[in-house]
């Protein structure tokens, strides 16, 4: 399954947000890290769903390690929490 890389910040008390280096314009947020992290999926279908209506597609996944090395994400890397989003989800009822 492919992982997009995401990074976590806190925006405020109550208010962490949550974005995707590979997902321009693709957000998630929620009162604490977990409930941005559950929204995060959704986000990105939201993401795709409009990519696919103006006739493209999601990009594949960049690894944590080539996002490290590109100068444009290397400090919010160094700097909040990254964390791997599972896209599409597993649906673990059919499992």
């Not at 986000?43 to 493209?56: C, H, M, N």
Request: proline letters at 12%; glycine letters at 6%.
């Amino acid at each position: 399954m492919p992982h997009y890389v995401a990074i976590i910040e806190d925006a405020g008390p109550d208010d962490v947000s949550l974005w995707f280096p590979d997902l321009p314009g693709c957000i998630s947020g929620g009162d604490d890290a977990d409930e941005a992290l559950e929204n995060a999926p959704e986000a990105i279908a939201f993401y795709a769903q409009e990519l696919i209506d103006d006739g493209g597609q999601l990009p594949p996944p960049r690894t944590l390690e080539e996002l490290k090395a590109n100068p444009e994400f290397a400090d919010a890397i160094r700097n909040h929490t990254a964390v791997l989003i599972e896209f599409p989800p597993r649906d673990d009822a059919q499992e």
